[in-house]
């Protein structure tokens, strides 16, 4: 099928309601679960010698189950396209930092959808669509929203002491400390916003953050009993893996108590390819995240509803991707768009009762561009039911060599000039605009006070953990912003984020407490695990921020750990630029943390 039959197809779902009209009480509840950097084979039910997951086992014996089913190489533009319905590269997610992760607020979410046809939304986990005002959970169709940094611990947005256990939270968007481990607090949230239910049918979007990096527990002997069969690494990360494995029964329980379980869509899936795990075992794939074959992209998919009567226990082995799922949920709920959106995707609601017919054919595409210049064919497949081209030089027959151990592109040049073809017009579509910077609105009552920091820049290798921070990575960067009203703006600027409350000249004490664990043993702040000293101190004596035309120099004076800069600011764009210099005014490095908010009373 071509790209714009595929698109007429696409627009005609939008404007289709499904068999449930808006307002049927029998509408069913959604739960959609995520798991980070799990592999397809990092599931005991997919063949893992080691790995114990009976809850994801069960589910996966209860579903619909995708084996040919595709999302991003990386975790930002797979939740992008799931969110959108489009390619993420469309829909300007490219990358997991530099802004190229958040999701442009013209983009109608899935959330938009569900609350829009009288859902309660609620979204439990890592977001990693944006962190500032437009782009936040709450400011994308969600009712309720619990997370950590957008990026995930030890991201620059993320509470700077965070590490898993006992730590602070986003609240819908304020600072909150809740003790545990955190994916049991995501799922606990969850489990508590399915039973606090009101009249409306719910949708639920849980996302674990694990097993991705860094694999701490509160527990050791968790992994410890892996530690005879795999190296520690992946003990830790297997850990992660059945931690959630064991939230995911509590939650199929607490749906069952609640007598939600037989009209609840239940989804399972995973946002990129195989990590740690694929050392030990890969599903026959080559690859792994990050990478355009298989085992970078080819992920699980579990679909669980008793009352809509799909089949379940069979396999789907119909290309499809991640886009199509919210096409699919469109269908089955009924739900009405907040406005009208031509989707990259398809619904596959047909396949859920018939698994084995094939819908259309189609080429889908899948791509890894963290370039700041997109290039056409750079890390990209091509991918139809039996044909992968990689990177224009590679072809690969899956129907015989599912491993994909033989390029065979010499002989079926007509095969690959009919995906080159396709391709053109693939790129076509998503790269007007792809590199556009993010602003983020400044000043608006929604979002009081905004929270700029260096993961944002637009440059590359900028530091984008507190690691390198900590180290004083030597970067300038700058933020775009709005100022969403007239008047005067207060900006901190800050070496290190209030929490820390550490002089700009000088180096944080923290203390030493140890409440997680990974391979290599674990101090309170996690991501200096085996570590010494991990903080540099800069010799800063004067601050300097750029907003604008504006320019403002403040010399330190002493212990400061924030400098005050107020500007008057009009209902238009800025750049903002903050410096950290020296004592003859050189750059030593870039304010990684800056604070602004409208003052009270301006205007």
Same mark, same amino acid.
Request: charged share 25%; hydrophobic share 35%.
């Given at each position: 099928?071509?790209?714009?039959?595929?698109?007429?197809?696409?627009?005609?779902?939008?404007?289709?309601?499904?068999?449930?009209?808006?307002?049927?009480?029998?509408?069913?509840?959604?739960?959609?679960?995520?798991?980070?950097?799990?592999?397809?084979?990092?599931?005991?039910?997919?063949?893992?010698?080691?790995?114990?997951?009976?809850?994801?086992?069960?589910?996966?014996?209860?579903?619909?189950?995708?084996?040919?089913?595709?999302?991003?190489?990386?975790?930002?533009?797979?939740?992008?396209?799931?969110?959108?319905?489009?390619?993420?590269?469309?829909?300007?997610?490219?990358?997991?930092?530099?802004?190229?992760?958040?999701?442009?607020?013209?983009?109608?979410?899935?959330?938009?959808?569900?609350?829009?046809?009288?859902?309660?939304?609620?979204?439990?986990?890592?977001?990693?669509?944006?962190?500032?005002?437009?782009?936040?959970?709450?400011?994308?169709?969600?009712?309720?929203?619990?997370?950590?940094?957008?990026?995930?611990?030890?991201?620059?947005?993320?509470?700077?002491?965070?590490?898993?256990?006992?730590?602070?939270?986003?609240?819908?968007?304020?600072?909150?400390?809740?003790?545990?481990?955190?994916?049991?607090?995501?799922?606990?949230?969850?489990?508590?916003?399915?039973?606090?239910?009101?009249?409306?049918?719910?949708?639920?979007?849980?996302?674990?953050? *694990?097993?991705?990096?860094?694999?701490?527990?509160?527990?050791?002997?968790?992994?410890?009993?892996?530690?005879?069969?795999?190296?520690?690494?992946?003990?830790?990360?297997?850990?992660?893996?059945?931690?959630?494995?064991?939230?995911?029964?509590?939650?199929?329980?607490?749906?069952?108590?609640?007598?939600?379980?037989?009209?609840?869509?239940? *989804?399972?899936?995973?946002?990129?390819?195989?990590?740690?795990?694929?050392?030990?075992?890969?599903?026959?794939?080559?690859?792994?995240?990050?990478?355009?074959?298989?085992?970078?992209?080819?992920?699980?998919?579990?679909?669980?509803?008793?009352?809509?009567?799909?089949?379940?226990?069979?396999?789907?082995?119909?290309?499809?991707?991640?886009?199509?799922?919210?096409?699919?949920?469109?269908?089955?709920?009924?739900?009405?768009?907040?406005?009208?959106?031509?989707?990259?995707?398809?619904?596959?609601?047909?396949?859920?009762?018939?698994?084995?017919?094939?819908?259309?054919?189609?080429?889908?595409?899948?791509?890894?561009?963290?370039?700041?210049?997109?290039?056409?064919?750079?890390?990209?497949?091509?991918?139809?039911?039996?044909?992968?081209?990689?990177?224009?030089?590679?072809?690969?027959?899956?129907?015989?060599?599912?491993?994909?151990?033989?390029?065979?592109?010499?002989?079926?040049?007509?095969?690959?000039?009919?995906?080159?073809?396709?391709?053109?017009?693939?790129?076509?579509?998503?790269?007007?605009?792809?590199?556009?910077?993010?602003?983020?609105?400044?000043?608006?009552?929604?979002?009081?006070?905004?929270?700029?920091?260096?993961?944002?820049?637009?440059?590359?290798?900028?530091?984008?953990?507190?690691?390198?921070?900590?180290?004083?990575?030597?970067?300038?960067?700058?933020?775009? *912003?709005?100022?969403?009203?007239?008047?005067?703006?207060?900006?901190?600027?800050?070496?290190?984020?209030?929490?820390?409350?550490?002089?700009?000249?000088?180096?944080?004490?923290?203390?030493?407490?140890?409440?997680?664990?990974?391979?290599?043993?674990?101090?309170?702040?996690?991501?200096?695990?085996?570590?010494?000293?991990?903080?540099?101190?800069?010799?800063?004596?004067?601050?300097?921020?750029?907003?604008?035309?504006?320019?403002?120099?403040?010399?330190?004076?002493?212990?400061?750990?924030? *400098?005050?800069?107020?500007?008057?600011?009009?209902?238009?764009?800025?750049?903002?630029?903050?410096?950290?210099?020296?004592?003859?005014?050189?750059?030593?490095?870039?304010?990684?943390?800056?604070?602004?908010?409208?003052?009270?009373?301006?205007?």
């Amino acid at each position: 099928m071509t790209e714009i039959s595929n698109a007429l197809l696409a627009l005609v779902l939008t404007m289709t309601i499904g068999h449930y009209a808006q307002g049927d009480v029998d509408r069913p509840d959604v739960v959609l679960i995520m798991t980070d950097d799990q592999g397809y084979g990092d599931l005991a039910c997919h063949g893992n010698p080691v790995i114990k997951t009976p809850h994801l086992d069960q589910l996966y014996l209860d579903s619909v189950r995708f084996t040919n089913f595709h999302v991003d190489p990386t975790c930002s533009p797979t939740r992008g396209a799931l969110m959108s319905g489009k390619y993420s590269h469309r829909a300007k997610v490219w990358h997991t930092i530099a802004g190229g992760n958040h999701l442009r607020a013209s983009e109608m979410t899935m959330a938009d959808a569900f609350r829009a046809s009288g859902y309660r939304t609620g979204m439990f986990g890592k977001w990693h669509l944006g962190s500032n005002y437009p782009y936040r959970p709450m400011d994308r169709g969600f009712d309720e929203w619990l997370g950590h940094g957008d990026g995930g611990t030890g991201t620059t947005d993320d509470y700077f002491t965070n590490d898993r256990v006992d730590d602070v939270y986003l609240h819908n968007g304020e600072r909150e400390f809740r003790k545990g481990y955190a994916p049991d607090v995501f799922s606990g949230a969850a489990i508590d916003f399915i039973k606090n239910r009101t009249q409306q049918p719910f949708f639920v979007y849980l996302n674990t953050y *694990i097993p991705h990096s860094p694999h701490t527990v509160p527990d050791r002997t968790w992994a410890e009993k892996h530690e005879k069969r795999v190296d520690k690494g992946v003990a830790y990360f297997f850990a992660g893996i059945e931690r959630v494995d064991h939230n995911i029964g509590l939650l199929r329980q607490a749906l069952a108590q609640e007598g939600l379980a037989e009209n609840t869509i239940l *989804i399972f899936m995973t946002d990129n390819g195989g990590t740690a795990g694929v050392r030990l075992f890969n599903a026959g794939m080559r690859g792994h995240k990050g990478t355009v074959y298989e085992g970078g992209h080819r992920v699980p998919l579990f679909i669980h509803w008793p009352a809509g009567k799909i089949r379940h226990g069979s396999d789907v082995g119909d290309l499809t991707a991640h886009f199509d799922i919210l096409p699919t949920l469109i269908d089955l709920c009924g739900l009405t768009p907040s406005r009208e959106v031509t989707f990259d995707g398809r619904s596959f609601k047909r396949q859920l009762y018939e698994p084995r017919t094939a819908l259309a054919e189609r080429t889908l595409f899948v791509e890894k561009q963290r370039n700041y210049e997109p290039q056409a064919w750079q890390n990209t497949a091509a991918m139809t039911s039996r044909w992968r081209l990689v990177n224009a030089k590679e072809l690969y027959d899956l129907s015989t060599d599912p491993g994909q151990t033989e390029n065979v592109i010499d002989g079926h040049p007509d095969v690959v000039a009919r995906l080159k073809e396709a391709f053109h017009a693939y790129w076509k579509r998503v790269t007007p605009g792809d590199r556009d910077r993010v602003k983020f609105i400044v000043g608006h009552t929604a979002d009081p006070e905004t929270f700029l920091q260096s993961m944002d820049w637009y440059l590359p290798n900028l530091p984008w953990n507190h690691a390198q921070v900590s180290a004083g990575a030597p970067q300038v960067g700058e933020w775009l *912003i709005t100022a969403a009203k007239k008047g005067h703006y207060r900006f901190g600027v800050r070496r290190w984020p209030r929490e820390v409350d550490a002089p700009i000249s000088g180096v944080p004490s923290l203390n030493n407490e140890i409440n997680a664990w990974d391979a290599q043993g674990a101090k309170h702040h996690v991501i200096y695990a085996g570590e010494e000293s991990p903080y540099k101190a800069l010799p800063v004596a004067h601050v300097r921020l750029q907003v604008g035309d504006y320019v403002g120099e403040e010399a330190l004076s002493g212990e400061e750990t924030e *400098i005050i800069f107020e500007i008057p600011l009009d209902e238009s764009d800025y750049s903002v630029r903050a410096e950290l210099l020296d004592v003859q005014k050189k750059p030593i490095a870039g304010a990684y943390y800056v604070y602004c908010k409208r003052m009270n009373g301006s205007g």
